[in-house]
């Protein structure tokens, strides 16, 4: 099972669009999804539930003790895709946690306990490097960051990088970078290929596929559906696929690895 939260504290970065269409895309492939809503804004509930969630996610850092992560799971209408939804409750999560210890592995613990398998667990963030992020992060072994092509922030990108790093220093040694992917890049203006270029030379946690600026990816949210069935032939359906490509192959990469390295 790999587990990937999907980070960026800056607002607007395409964290919500890579999660569900990333996580449909995967699904699309057979391999079997969880994508968890971690923000209290719950975009990506919106877009994907089915089903009236009630309080979601909030119930396992506020509710009662043994609430299970699995008890929380609804079906999507993409078959292979799942959700645990999130609701405007989740706004008072810090307020709900700050008597309590041990609040950074609440997630986690729960993560741990899930029985049923999946192959990816996604973490759609919220837009802070809060209480919230930093459960993401401690019970993930993987970070996907979004970044928005058309402004970008390198100090952020930065500042991002450091909450990891500070994160598997104190919470979780396991916790690395796997891909940064440029979104919403537009290839008409000079700007938009110049951040990809600066963010190649810097990192190379670059993901080679990028997702252009895609109408489509715009309208599937309010349509209530991935880019996967709303505009399967789309620009945007075809490279979240090719990213999806990408992290499988990260995979077979990975094995190949371990072999060669005994
Ligand atoms: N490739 C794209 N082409 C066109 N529009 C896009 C693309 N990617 C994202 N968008 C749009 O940009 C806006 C921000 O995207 P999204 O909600 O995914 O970002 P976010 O990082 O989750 O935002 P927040 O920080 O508020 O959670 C949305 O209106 C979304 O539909
Ligand atoms: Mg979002």
Redesign the pocket.
């Known amino acids: 099972m790999r587990t990937i939260a999907v980070i960026?504290q800056k607002?607007?970065?395409?964290?919500?669009?890579t999660s569900v269409c990333l996580g449909a895309t995967l699904a699309e492939r057979g391999k079997k999804v969880l994508l968890i809503d971690l923000?209290p804004?719950y975009?990506a509930t919106t877009w994907m539930a089915t089903h009236a969630v009630g309080r979601g996610v909030f119930d396992l850092f506020d509710g009662p003790q043994k609430t299970t992560l699995r008890s929380l799971i609804h079906p999507t209408a993409t078959p292979g895709f799942s959700l645990v939804g999130s609701s405007a409750w989740l706004v008072g999560v810090e307020k709900a946690l700050s008597k309590k210890s041990g609040v950074e592995t609440v997630l986690r613990e729960k993560l741990a306990d899930l029985d049923d398998p999946f192959d990816y667990v996604l973490i759609d963030c919220?837009?802070a490097l809060g209480v919230l992020t930093v459960n993401a992060l401690t019970a993930v072994r993987e970070v996907l960051v979004p970044v928005a092509c058309q402004v970008m922030s390198l100090q952020g990108l930065a500042q991002l990088i450091q909450t990891v790093e500070m994160v598997r220093e104190r919470l979780n040694p396991q916790v690395r970078i796997s891909g940064i992917v440029a979104?919403?890049l537009d290839n008409r203006t000079k700007h938009g290929p110049e951040i990809v270029g600066m963010l190649r030379t810097r990192f190379p946690e670059m993901m080679t596929t990028a997702?252009?600026?895609?109408?489509r990816?715009?309208e599937c949210?309010s349509m209530g559906e991935p880019i996967t069935s709303y505009a399967s032939g789309s620009s945007?359906a075809k490279e979240y696929r090719s990213l999806a490509l990408e992290l499988i192959n990260q995979e077979e990469r990975e094995s190949h690895e371990q072999i060669a390295n005994g």
Do not use: H, V
């Open positions: 960026n607002g607007g970065s395409a964290k919500t669009t923000d804004q975009s919220p837009p979104c919403r997702i252009r600026e895609n109408i990816l715009a949210p945007g």
